[in-house]
């Protein structure tokens, strides 16, 4: 069964409708794999394998009828972010508890109605705050990578730190993911998995539990490039239920895939080369640049000259709208309940429980930056920067067609060596803030192995709207990289 389980999105799809195998099979194949590797990975927060099987049947129904849809019979994961009807969604805090939305996110009804099949929900930072998974509620999800040689548990990445581990351990076909800062592609680059965070607008946030929401997209993790494609374009449309959705054709991702990138302008922003970069890092990024040189393009080095801003306005802006967002858990409507002798009292009460420690950090941020005194020293600087970089980026698009840099500062790294430190934690974010700021898509696709063979990730920066020159140039640096590595089996 073990094949099933290692095929793409793409080779399952085909698979199915060829009748090679059954959803039921592939599905158990999956729920098989998710049993025994779950307890030490801890990807799932919540299996639905009933729900998944019934699912299954039904597509296997549909597929023999002839009436197979796009996604028909593919067993998926769902972070547990987004909101599925008559299922625990937890956003991995306690103060949601138990809760069980009467309704269902918008992206995953999208899915659902294509054909797809739940497996389960998946962990992720508590409310999709940090860069680790480890602030979950749930406890940290475990990197399927370890280092050459050793036997240290490494981080996946986060904040969908669940979708990344799942995806690259085989324990879904592809898995859903949101990203306001990040949480996307630093996952998808610490796993060796493909990871794209479409533009502002291009999925509806409705049912997704709201971090900040200027800044939230949900987009998908997938084993390879033409799979996160192929779900995107079925999560991605237009939704009445969220007005800052793009009333916009959602174009057929997949078909940029394989198309000639030659004559393309990259950009190579100077400010992104950090310093402390480690040499590994500077070294694929030159690569990358080679590969893209190699598939006809020409590279141009541009700038980016607030980019040194983007993490400080990044961390004021993401914790304000946080404090406002996560003002409605107080204990009265949602999960968590903590009596005390006055309504106050009980709102404290069930607030300190719930919140986690991070959680906490960034409500009393934002709740500071947006006091009066401090809202035009903190909040409205922010939003002065963000604006900076926007432009940046803008003035960028006049001369190249699309940005190449890498995704994260370093490798997977390991559990535990950063929850004391706050800042070394945001860190990890500084080249993955700056396209939430400005709201344009960015997609990660692994590229290579570190020397204790750890997966590096390189970033492709778009245009508004541009998805498909991303998929074009990733499918382009996919062939040329050859990255087919999966992690060694220890679970
Ligand atoms: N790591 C960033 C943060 O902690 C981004 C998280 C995200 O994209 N959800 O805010």
Known sequence: MSALTALTLKGALEGLASKQFSSEEITRAHIAAIEAANPQLNAYVLTTPEKALEGARAADARIAAGEARPLEGAPIGIKDLFCTEGVRSTACSKILGNFIPPYESTVTANLWREGAVMLGKLNLDEFAMGSSNESSAFGPVVNPWKSRGSNQPLTPGGSSGGSAAAVAADLCLAATATDTGGSIRQPAAFTGTVGIKPTYGRCSRYGIVAFASSLDQAGPIAKTVEDAAILLRAMAGHDQKDSTSLNIEVPDFASFVGKSVK?????????????????????????????????????????????????????????????????????????????GGTLTETYENSRAAGFGAEVQRRILIGTYVLSAGYYDAYYLKALKVRRRIADDFEAAFTEVDALLTPTAPSAAFGLGERVADPIAMYLNDVFTVTTNLAGLPGLSLPAGLDSTGLPLGLQLIGRPLDEGTLFSLAGAMEDAAGFRSKPEKWW
């Open 263 to 339: 004559g393309l302008r990259i950009g190579v922003p100077k400010e992104y080369r950090l310093d402390s970069m480690p040499a590994e890092i500077a070294a694929l990024w030159d690569q990358g640049i080679a590969w893209l040189k190699a598939a006809g393009c020409e590279i141009r080095e541009v700038s980016l000259p607030h980019t040194k801003y983007a993490l400080p306005a990044y961390y004021i802006i993401a914790p304000a709208e946080a404090s406002s967002n996560l003002a409605r858990y107080d204990g009265m409507r949602f999960g968590l309940r903590q009596e």
